[in-house]
């Protein structure tokens, strides 16, 4: 502190801060301002010999107060104390003094050394915080005793007995650690309580942060994956238009032709299979055709299932190899949507059309292409070997992707009305054959797709949904189907060795006979007996027809009323 007093300290340094201030040397003309005279020891009377006396004390210096003599500047450093100077040890003003360690306990001195330091030593100690009066002990601040380790107290003994040696302390905390100067006798403080693991507490917090931090970042990372980072992406996109199109599209005559369109799955037989039809009136009749359903041995093995997703049993009603048709009901089905039949003649080449079905069981499949060729003679069939299941057909040729499943479904023409049934398709890596597959060992779309003409379809499907069966038209003549020329040519011999010409029959009324060799009808130039066959079943019974024939190497014209027969 400046302000000319000594710092006071919270406890005292091992050298009474007094005993280091030098008494200044007393003035010989007697004009010293307030001389302050050191306590002088006082007499006491010896005490009883048995009685112990404490140690001596050294003398308190004595403190002057001066005027600021120029030659007392090389003994202390100066004050100002208005006017009048303190003169101060440089020492005192050190801020803190080096602690120094309790010394050891002494032995307690001998009875005539402590009568002696009785007639020399003051009463009382100096005061070393310098209260005034300067050099007077103060009442409140006592010097502290020597510190001792806790431990018990020997008692003095008296003359002639010898004062027994103090054991050796044991090692602990610097005393000052537990000196309370306000306590009483020094009474060591409580031991501070141990400090606790935090290692747990460290543990646990490191849990619960991995904790947090993996569902932060769980959180982020499928944000991130969600949005494709943690800015907005926006990308330009059209707006909401009108989702109507032209009914002439694809889109238009699919969305008006697909209620009406049913995917049959069949069971029978040890085996399964899939095909296409669509309704043909109120009364729950569906076409398809007669190879989809012809390994059903009862009602029960025909679903149908609509685009809506609803099902139903069907029966069958009819069904004719010859031309691979049949028909069969549903009942108990509302809201039926027949599509509307087309005419076949009016087909051109290159119309486009739109297929429907459900290739590889995939329902409600639209494909669209153009019509490739007309009249074209195709059969199918004949797995079974003696040639009654083979169809013929002067199907409609189509490039609209068909595959297995799209048999039975419609083809439709640009107003959505049906034009043809899809029946047969051309298969790359065939034998040459016709039908699904046609004998080919990757049956699969190649752009050559048949179809029967609904003209055809029509009067068949009429037939069946009335007896059951259907008839073909007849010209009453057995064919050389093993003959290699151009043509049809009349057997020499007929079934079972019966007449090649039927008698009686619209071929013997119009005088064809045995080797004639048909190479036209009604002007179209046919090949063989299986292209004659299919030009005639393109015909209804009691149609006429002109044929144009070789014989003996004359060509000639005969006109004729086809007959009928039943189908199979």
């Known amino acids: 502190m400046n302000n000319g007093k000594p710092n006071w300290w919270s406890r005292p340094s091992s050298t ?12 010989g003309d007697g004009e010293g301002d307030f001389p302050l005279p050191a306590p002088q020891p006082r007499a006491t009377p010896e005490p009883p010999a048995a009685a112990p006396v404490a140690p001596a004390e050294p003398p308190a210096p004595s403190v002057v107060l001066t005027k600021g003599d120029p030659q007392d500047r090389d003994q202390g450093r100066d004050q100002d104390q208005g006017g009048d100077r303190v003169q101060v040890p440089e020492q005192a003003q050190d801020p803190a003094p080096e602690p120094v360690p309790a010394p050891p306990a002494d032995p307690a001195p001998a009875p005539q050394a402590q009568a002696q330091a009785s007639q020399t030593q003051p009463l009382h100690a100096p005061d070393e915080y310098r209260t005034p009066p300067y050099g007077e002990p103060g009442p409140w601040a006592p010097a502290p005793p020597v510190q001792r380790l806790p431990g018990p107290v020997q008692p003095q003994q008296g003359p002639g007995h010898p004062v027994p040696p103090v054991p050796p302390q044991p090692q602990g905390p610097a005393p000052w650690g537990q000196y309370d100067p306000w306590g009483v006798g020094g009474a060591a403080l409580p031991p501070a309580p141990a400090k606790r693991s935090r290692k747990g507490l460290a543990v646990a917090g490191a849990l619960v942060f991995a904790l947090l931090t993996g569902v932060i970042g769980g959180g982020i ?3 991130v994956e969600r949005n494709g980072g943690l800015t907005t992406v926006e990308l330009p996109q059209a707006a909401a238009e009108d989702t109507g199109r032209a009914p002439d599209s694809v889109a238009g005559i699919a969305a008006s032709a697909l209620p009406g369109v049913v995917t049959l799955h069949v069971k029978g037989s040890g085996s399964s299979g899939t095909g296409t039809g669509f309704v043909l009136n109120t009364k729950g009749h569906i076409l398809t055709n007669n190879h989809v359903v012809d390994g ?4 029960a093995d025909i679903s149908v299932t609509f685009s809506s997703g609803e099902t ?6 009819g069904k004719d190899t010859g031309y691979d048709l049949a028909v069969v009901q549903v009942t108990g089905v509302s809201g039926l949507k027949p599509l509307p039949l087309g005419n076949s003649d009016n087909v051109r080449v290159g119309d486009p059309v739109v297929a429907i079905g459900a290739p590889f069981d995939l329902s ?13 003679p195709i059969t199918a069939g004949g797995e079974k070997g003696d040639g009654s299941d083979i169809s013929y057909v002067d199907a409609l040729q189509t490039d609209a992707p068909i595959n297995p499943g799209n048999s039975g479904g419609p083809l439709l023409d640009s107003k959505a009305r049906v034009i043809g049934i899809n ?6 890596g065939g034998s040459g054959g016709d039908g699904e597959g046609g004998g080919a060992s990757q049956p699969g779309s190649i752009g050559l797709g048949f179809a029967i003409p609904i003209n055809q379809g029509k009067r068949v499907a009429e037939e069946l949904i009335r007896t ?43 005088g064809l006979r045995p080797g004639d060799v048909i190479t036209k009808v009604d002007g179209q130039r046919v090949h063989n007996g299986e292209e004659l066959i299919v030009k005639i079943r393109a015909h209804r019974p009691g149609d006429r027809l002109e044929l144009t024939l070789s014989r003996d190497g004359k060509e000639l014209t005969k006109t004729l009323t086809l007959g009928s027969s039943q189908g199979t």
């Open 296 to 299: 059903a041995r009862s009602s």
């Open 312 to 317: 139903a049993r069907a029966k069958l009603v």
């Open 364 to 376: 409600n499949t639209v494909t669209s292409g153009i019509i490739s060729a007309k009249e074209r």
């Open 16 to 27: 009474p801060e007094a005993a280091r201030i030098p008494s200044p040397p007393p003035s």
């Open 423 to 428: 029946s047969a398709i051309r298969a790359a």
């Open 221 to 223: 990372g499928a944000y």
């Open 468 to 510: 059951g069966k259907a008839t073909h038209p007849v010209i009453g003549v057995s064919l050389d189907m093993q003959y290699e020329g151009d043509g049809a040519r009349v057997g020499e011999k007929g079934k079972d060795g019966t007449a090649s010409v039927t008698p009686g029959g619209p071929a013997a009324k119009a």
